[in-house]
Structure formats: structure tokens, C-alpha cells
């Protein structure tokens, strides 16, 4: 008997799978504007966001001027977060701020359309607009509603936006260092972006190694200028040198970054004998 009920079981499901499909399409169709919403909210506790949004979008025109338009506008935009379509959830939630300011739901709404964008934001090999879209509408949020219930969350999913920003600035100020291998004209560029760098990320793990970074770019742009150059631009290195070791007096870089000092130092002193090598000849 059982093994008789197995085998029919495929053909039991696809009956109540398609009388369920028949049902939904019978209430879709339905003129009955209480029955829909209703059923709207059936599916959406069932979390079968897909029909739910779809009765929702269906109804919202005709629920227009009764107290269940805001509800369900609210739940629409729900409905497409759950489904992970988080563009139009951040759509529709900040819609739905825009249309119902003062709705019990306006800052559940406002939160919500910040950790739609915050889970459009990509990863880090990719251009970072998405983030910082989500950071602005966190900032808003944030100052909008100080007292709320999502602000510790809020400033978490803040502070690892910020984390990434920061990570993204570094990676993209190395870029110019990595590009030194291959044109050494990108040396300057390197040593300035580095610097901006330290600059807009002052409290900056990474800044550290920005520093040593620099120190090298730096070293390396004087040793390939022209001799005219080469004595302000060696200067420079022992400027950045002292100041990096009075900033990171025990940093892993601190060996290398003494062998560069000392490199540019006797490149000065060589410059210097050379210099006054010339000066005495034309003297003579």
C-alpha cells in the first residue's frame, strides 16, 4: 500500500501544485479588492514574495484614498527586497518616504532603502558608486531618526562601508606604484596619490605602509631624473625617511626604508663632489 502511495505521489503534487496555481490566477483576476488584499497578505506571511508583490502592484492603483494603500505600498517594496531585487526595493522604499512622510513606517522605510543599497554594494575589484550611494542614505538615515531602534546596526554597516571605501583608495593608490614596473614616469604619481591617500585617510591601518610606499616611489623618481634634478628630489627622500621613522619608529618596513635613506644619502654626496668637482674646473 505504501509503496502504491509513493508511486502516485508525483501525480498528487503536480494536481496540488496546479490547483494552487489555478487559485492564485482565479484571485488575480478577481474584481474583489478586500479578497486580493487579503490574500496579499496570505502570501506575503508565507513569504511567496513574488505573488504577494504581484496582487500588491495589481491593487495599489485601486486602494488609492483607503487606509490599506499605505500598508500595501509598504509591503510592495518589501516584497521586492525579499526577492533580492534591491534597486527596486531601494526604489520603492524611498518612494514610499517621499509619499508618507509621516507614516509609522516612514523610518523603517528610510533604513530599508540604505540596506537595499548597502546589498548592491560590489566587491572590490569593481567601481564603488553603489557604496557610496549607500553611505549617503546611512548618513541620512542617521541624522534623520538619532534615536532609532536600527541606529547600532546602521553604524556597523557604516563603519564596514567606510572599511571598504578605505580598502578601495588603497588598492587604487598602489595601482600607481604596481605601474612603475612598467613606465617610470609613474613614479610622481604614485608618490602624490600615496599622499592623498594619507591625507583623506589619516587614521588609516594601511597608512604605514602608504608611508614606505612613498619613500620608495620617491627614491626611485629621483634615481631616474636628470642630474639637475636629482639633488632636490634625493632631499626629499631624506625628508620623508625622518619623518617616517619618527611616525612608525618600530615598523616592519624600517630596514628597508633605512637602506633607501642611505642609498639617497651617498647619491647626495656624490652629487655634491660632483658638483663642486664642476664648480673648481670652471673656476681653474
Not at 571598504?164 to 588598492?171: C, P
Not at 636628470?226 to 621613522?245: F, G, P
Request: hydrophobic share 35%.
Amino acid at each position: 500500500m505504501t509503496k502504491l502511495i509513493l508511486s502516485y505521489f508525483p501525480v498528487l503534487l503536480l494536481v496540488f501544485l496546479l490547483g494552487s496555481c489555478g487559485q492564485y490566477n482565479k484571485i488575480l483576476k478577481s474584481d474583489d479588492v478586500d479578497k486580493k488584499y487579503a490574500a496579499a497578505l496570505s502570501y506575503y506571511e508565507k513569504e511567496e514574495y513574488a505573488k504577494a508583490g504581484a496582487l500588491l502592484e495589481d491593487l495599489m492603483p485601486v486602494l488609492k484614498g483607503r487606509s490599506e494603500y499605505e500598508k500595501a505600498n509598504f509591503l510592495y517594496a518589501y516584497t521586492k527586497y525579499h526577492q533580492q531585487l534591491y534597486l527596486e526595493s531601494s526604489f520603492h522604499f524611498t518612494s514610499f518616504g517621499q509619499t508618507f512622510p509621516r507614516s509609522q513606517y516612514a523610518e523603517e522605510a528610510a533604513f530599508m532603502n540604505a540596506k537595499s543599497l548597502t546589498n548592491e554594494s560590489p566587491s572590490l575589484n569593481l567601481d564603488q558608486q553603489n557604496t557610496v550611494q549607500a553611505m549617503s542614505a546611512l548618513q541620512e538615515f542617521m541624522r534623520r531618526y538619532p534615536q532609532s531602534k536600527y541606529m547600532q546596526e546602521a553604524n556597523a554597516v557604516y563603519d564596514e562601508l567606510s572599511r571598504k571605501i578605505e580598502v578601495k583608495a588603497f588598492e587604487n593608490a598602489k595601482q600607481y606604484y604596481k605601474l612603475t614596473s612598467y613606465d617610470p614616469q609613474y613614479y610622481k604619481a604614485a608618490v602624490v596619490t600615496l599622499e592623498n591617500f594619507r591625507k583623506s585617510y589619516p587614521s588609516s591601518i594601511y597608512n604605514e605602509e602608504a608611508a614606505y610606499l612613498r619613500i620608495e616611489a620617491q627614491y626611485n623618481y629621483a634615481r631616474e631624473s636628470i642630474e639637475t634634478k636629482q639633488k632636490d628630489r634625493y632631499a626629499e627622500v631624506i625628508t620623508m625617511y625622518q619623518t617616517y621613522v619618527d611616525t612608525y619608529p618600530k615598523s616592519k618596513y624600517l630596514r628597508d626604508a633605512e637602506n633607501i635613506y642611505e642609498s639617497s644619502r651617498q647619491a647626495l654626496e656624490k652629487l655634491s663632489k660632483t658638483s663642486a668637482a664642476a664648480a673648481t674646473a670652471t673656476n681653474n
